[in-house]
């Protein structure tokens, strides 16, 4: 008779109730009544035969035939070896739905902790990307689009806004290219705000820009490290500006990125603050650094994660009403949590996302443009079909062994190459330096994912259609 086990699972508790995660299959479960006997028998700690299941389970036959079903349908129940379920790996040909174009490597600003290298970048030679390489980078895109019909153009640094001119001729060659192709292209933007005017506004809005600031908090915070070349602070320069552009109507929402540099303290003042300035939506990175100067040490870390909380908690009482706080981290969260993705790749790095160097060479993304070993060919000779073949092979998470068997695995995936790159010295390493980290984040998430669907599920839909996906909702057992 064949032998099943329970599949693995984290246990969890949200507002008093008994959930389960299925960390190989994304799906969440509320435990109650059988199911929660079924979890906390002694028999399946290990594996048994339905008929051992069976004999474990009070009432009709009907009702434990109908919970087998339920459990083995759900893939709670499992073989003993779980089959190979993973998604399709992408092959050289896998489409690319986003382009990354770094307009400029210069920058009006020089920001004490940039990974870019801030004094390099403004004493080096400023190299802006030429219209025949943007142009080219369109093709590129259009080109290795495949099947995708909704595309996405994003204009990166530097500081974009130096290269304006540029822009527009290329969002123009874009919008062609999409009629012509039948396709359809969205833009994206990431600036520093200095150089917001009515005309740059104006040109941000009526091209539907989606709008990223990176903006650290309130003024004594931004100026600690977000500085002009001579020293002098910008926080007081992008303020007036920031207000003009938010206070017009913005087809797109504009969302604030915010740097977590040393000795930052209230996470929830510089969140509240940005939403008062009307950022529809705030998100927060710790700075990728191995300079002790701006690194959060680990007892800042748990800090952090300790304010993440507090703001998650926000968040549930805010969404009982029915409200929304743009806290784009838990956001994130809840929605991969929701759409039970599985993810054999940290993110869509070298998948379906590129990024083009003023030059036109390709890497993986924009943090890691001008890093060789993320180089993956060029916009005119196209992409190194070999190279990157062997980072796909590599950057697998079935390929790090560190992180086998860890419950978080599915919505790390060992996290970012780029941090990674940095602190653990090779972009395909997992980030084992923050794993106590993530894990307590997760767990953070999946509380609040219970207690929303207990209390709120609908609002779960309402998360993923802001992130452009069909509701999706994690089925009850
Ligand atoms: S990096 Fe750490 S938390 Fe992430 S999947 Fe690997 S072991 Fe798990
Ligand atoms: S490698 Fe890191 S910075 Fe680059 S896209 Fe992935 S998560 Fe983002």
């Known amino acids: 008779m064949e032998m099943v086990k329970i599949a693995d699972h984290k246990r969890f508790q949200a507002n008093g109730h008994d959930f389960v995660f299925m960390t190989q299959t994304g799906g969440i479960f509320e435990l109650d009544g059988e199911t929660q006997a079924v979890f906390n028998h002694e028999l399946t700690k290990g594996k048994f035969t339905q008929q051992a299941f069976y004999a474990v389970l ?257 968040f549930i009482q805010l969404a009982l009403k029915d409200e929304f706080l743009g806290f784009t981290n838990l956001v994130d969260l809840l929605v991969n949590l929701h759409e039970g993705d599985v993810k054999q790749y940290p993110c869509g790095a070298g998948i379906g996302m590129f990024s083009v160097d003023p030059r036109g060479g390709l890497f993986l993304c924009q943090r890691l443009t001008n890093d060789d070993s993320a180089r993956m060919g060029d916009i005119f000779d196209g992409l190194d079909p070999k190279k990157l073949g062997q980072f796909r092979q590599d950057a697998r998470l079935d390929k790090k062994s560190a992180c086998k068997g860890c419950w978080a695995a599915s919505i790390c995936a060992g996290g970012c190459y780029h941090e990674a790159k940095i602190r653990e010295g090779n972009l395909l390493s997992p980030n084992l330096h923050y794993c106590q980290w993530i894990k307590a984040w997760i767990e953070t998430g999946l509380n609040v994912y219970g207690q929303l669907m207990n209390e709120t599920p609908q609002f779960l839909d309402k998360l993923s259609m802001l992130r452009g996906h069909a509701p999706l909702f994690n089925q009850l057992i």
Request: charged share 25%; proline share 6%; with cysteine.
């Open 58 to 314: 009070k009432g009709t036959k009907d009702n434990k035939d109908s919970l087998w079903n339920n459990l083995a349908g759900n893939r709670v129940l499992a073989p003993q070896k779980f089959p190979e379920t993973r998604p399709m790996l992408p092959t050289p040909e896998f489409p690319v739905k986003t382009l990354v174009l770094h307009v400029t490597a210069a920058c009006n600003l020089m920001c004490h902790y940039c990974y870019h290298n801030p004094e390099a970048l403004n004493k080096g030679p400023q190299l802006s990307m030429e219209l025949k390489v943007a142009k080219k980078a369109v093709d590129f895109l259009f080109e290795h689009s495949g099947d995708l019909e909704d595309l996405v153009l994003v204009f990166f640094g530097g500081e974009p806004l130096l290269n304006l001119n540029l822009i527009s001729k290329t969002i123009t060659y874009a919008n062609e290219t999409a009629r012509k192709e039948g396709k359809k292209i969205d833009y994206a933007m990431t600036t520093n705000g200095t150089l917001l005017t009515d005309k740059t506004i104006g040109f941000l809005n009526e091209n539907r820009i989606g709008t990223t600031v990176s903006l650290d908090g309130l003024e004594a915070v931004h100026d600690r490290f977000r500085r002009f070349p001579d020293g002098s602070p910008s926080y007081g320069v992008i303020l007036p500006k920031l207000k003009k552009f938010l206070g017009k109507e913005n087809p797109k929402p504009v969302v604030a990125r915010v740097t977590l540099a040393k000795d930052v303290k209230d996470i929830s003042k510089t969140l509240f603050h940005l939403l008062d300035l009307g950022f529809s939506e705030v998100g927060f990175a710790p700075v990728t650094t191995m300079e002790t100067d701006f690194q959060l040490d680990s007892h800042q870390m748990m800090q952090l994660l300790d304010q993440f909380q507090h703001l998650s908690e926000i």
